[in-house]
């Protein structure tokens, strides 16, 4: 047992999900990213004295819709407070939040482990808040710029229970909460653009000890892996410190992911150092119960949901149903696929999804959004290998062709005649020919070298450019070799 196996980490999350509406939270300023900077402000956004914010109520239905995916209790009364600190990007001097009465309470997400069952991790609560600006560093000395686009933007801040052992499961808990909230359309998930961001607090503690350690919040964490590496690096941080005889400090620290170290930001604060008292400026919010259940109808099918269907309805196996259902635009790309390509089976459509199509995609960069192959396309060129019209080599071939200039398979087949020859009886002269030239293979073969059949089936192929029925050919060739 190593130093490390004699500790347990404990990890909780605070994850920010800005909320896609078409206007901020508290003001009609636009809600988009990349658009130059200070262009997207208002005197209420921008904290003019004597402006009041007035509710988004778009933000409302969107928190209540991630509240009921995640199992959580919807408070029918809410109130938001002033978060009373100072940045240079937050103009007001205080943020905008719940504190008391958050929107959402008790929920929890199931993840999927590896060689080991199904773990709920707790959702303590998710709050509505008001994000700020953003602070710029790079190119000037001596001074930062400030953008004020993001203040205002809407957030949900979900918060979990410090359920999470290790990296590895936050990795799964992100990836999936991620995909919960793309699934719903509440955020787009880009973490690099800073819509879903996330501050992982960790501690250590001795294994069998019911005491929690010291935590050190970890923020600047804008990838999956960035969490996981920054997680690793922590533990590690904090189980020398203590096996050293020193103490583990109560901080924030930020993760530096060129020197794939933490280092001290400032003093970890706690509730009262924000001095929270409710916000004047904005009445409390009922919420019916009419609301909840107007919400509730016009939610999708959630992931979880999907990936059970995909495997009743389909036939999937667990790998496939997962990653089809990890992206709600790639379920509905293999769904679109699927309708065009029957009476195909299932599976050899997921498999064009998730190997060529997908395999295609991360080699490239690019998202199921961005693929220049249709799904009408794919599911066209996969109706017509099961038809017999064509067989899976000619169909990658036709496939690079659809990446490259996309257009209609069937029309790709005929113009540059790849319309597979199923003839029994101009395949069987095709065979004759190639074991006429090949009489000692044919030797070999009969005296027990049976993988020599490859070699036959590629002659006949090649004799044929490729068009013959390989189901064909195999059957001619193993009859007339016996």
């Not at 920010?16 to 200070?38: D, E, V």
């Not at 009922?286 to 959630?302: D, F, H, Q």
């Not at 003839?423 to 095709?430: C, R, S, W």
Request: glycine share 8%; proline share 5%; net charge negative.
């Amino acid at each position: 047992m190593t130093i490390q196996d004699r500790y347990e980490t404990v990890i909780g999350l605070e994850i920010h999900t800005q909320l896609a509406t078409r206007s901020k939270i508290f003001c009609g300023c636009p809600n988009r990213f990349g658009a130059p900077p200070n262009t997207q402000i208002c005197p209420v956004c921008a904290a003019f004295p004597g402006v009041l914010p007035v509710l988004n109520t778009a933000v409302l239905d969107l928190a209540i819709m991630t509240g009921l995916a995640l199992n959580g209790t919807i408070r029918t009364r809410n109130e938001f407070a002033r978060k009373n600190y100072f940045y240079p990007d937050l103009p007001a001097g205080y943020q905008i939040s719940q504190f008391e009465l958050p929107i959402v309470e008790h929920g929890a997400l199931m993840i999927e482990l590896e060689d080991a069952p199904r773990k709920r991790i707790g959702i303590t609560r998710a709050h509505m808040e008001v994000d700020a600006g953003k602070s710029l560093h790079e190119g000037i000395v001596g001074a930062s710029w400030v953008d004020l686009n993001r203040t205002g933007t809407p957030l949900l801040e979900i918060v979990t229970e410090p359920d999470l052992r290790s990296a590895a499961e936050t990795g799964m808990f992100l990836k999936k909460l991620r995909a919960l909230v793309r699934h719903l359309g509440v955020c787009d998930g880009n973490m690099e653009e800073g819509s879903f961001r996330c501050d992982a607090n960790v501690s250590v503690r001795r294994f069998g000890d019911p005491k929690l350690g010291t935590r050190a919040e970890i923020k600047n964490l804008n990838s999956i892996r960035n969490v996981m590496r920054a997680i690793d690096y922590e533990v590690e941080r904090q189980i020398d410190l203590i096996e050293a005889g020193e103490k583990v400090v109560q901080e924030t620290r930020l993760w530096d992911a060129n020197q794939n170290h933490t280092r001290t930001m400032r003093g970890k604060e706690e509730a009262h150092d924000y001095r929270y008292f409710p916000e004047p400026d904005l009445p409390v919010v009922v919420i019916t119960p009419e609301r909840i259940a107007a919400v509730r109808a016009t939610m999708p099918e959630l992931p979880d949901e999907k990936f059970a269907r995909f495997q009743a309805e389909f036939g999937l196996n667990d790998y496939d149903a997962g990653v089809l259902t990890a992206d709600r635009e790639m379920a509905d790309y293999f769904e679109a696929a699927l309708a065009v390509a029957r009476p195909a089976d299932p599976k050899t459509v997921a498999n064009w999804v998730t190997v060529e199509l997908l395999g295609r995609l991360n080699r490239e960069g690019m998202e199921i959004g961005q693929s220049p192959v249709l799904a009408e396309a794919l599911g066209k060129l996969v109706h017509m290998i099961h038809a017999g019209v064509i067989h899976g080599k000619i169909a990658k071939t036709v496939f690079a062709h659809l990446w490259e200039q996309g257009g209609d398979p069937q029309k790709i087949v005929e113009e540059r005649g790849l319309v597979q020859v199923s003839d029994q009886g101009a395949i069987e002269a095709e065979v004759d020919r190639v074991l006429a030239a090949h009489g000692e293979k044919i030797a070999q073969y009969r005296a027990g070298k049976t993988q020599l059949l490859g070699f036959f089936v590629g002659e006949v192929m090649k004799a044929t450019r490729g068009k013959a029925n390989p189901g064909v050919v195999n059957g001619l060739l193993k009859d007339k070799l016996a």
